[in-house]
């Protein structure tokens, strides 16, 4: 890989790579990336803005197909919401507590997601100190 290029890898499987060679600082555009404000959140961000812009649009004429458009924006907002709160390990442990799942192979698929999830967030849960070896 070049030095242009970042590469943010998510659940393990997914990889994208965002060339920031065109930028007019590469090195700092990879800190950036590899921060605080990855992709995910700097989307997030744009689209917590997108929502106040819309909620303050009342009374404003609308463009043609603006209804169209900000229905298409807010079922994407949604749809992601949705897949954030089914990878909350919340979730993955009150299925496992609660008897829901009760084939063993869909049990143990269960906690290889809550293990994944605890593996990938492991510096967040114990504050950025590295576990103990």
């Not at 790579?17 to 950036?32: A, F, K, Q, T």
């Not at 990336?33 to 995910?40: Q, S, T």
């Not at 909620?55 to 209804?67: D, H, Q």
């Not at 609660?98 to 967030?121: F, K, N, Q, V, Y």
Request: glycine share 8%; net charge negative; hydrophobic share 40%.
């Amino acid at each position: 890989m070049s030095d242009s290029t970042q590469t943010q890898t998510q659940h393990q499987s997914q990889v994208i790579s965002i060339n920031v060679s065109n930028s007019g600082d590469p090195e700092l555009e990879g800190r950036i990336l590899n921060g605080a404000y990855g992709v995910g959140r700097q989307l997030g961000a744009l689209a917590a803005v997108v929502d106040v812009l819309l909620a303050s649009r009342a009374g404003l004429a609308e463009a043609p197909g603006a209804a169209q458009v900000i229905e298409k924006f807010r079922t994407m907002r949604e749809a992601i919401a949705q897949q954030k709160r089914e990878r909350q390990p919340a979730r993955l442990v009150e299925q496992l507590q609660s008897g829901m799942i009760t084939d063993r192979a869909e049990s143990l698929a269960l906690c290889s997601e809550l293990r994944a999830w605890l593996d990938e967030h492991e510096s967040k849960l114990s504050g950025g100190v590295p576990p103990a070896a």
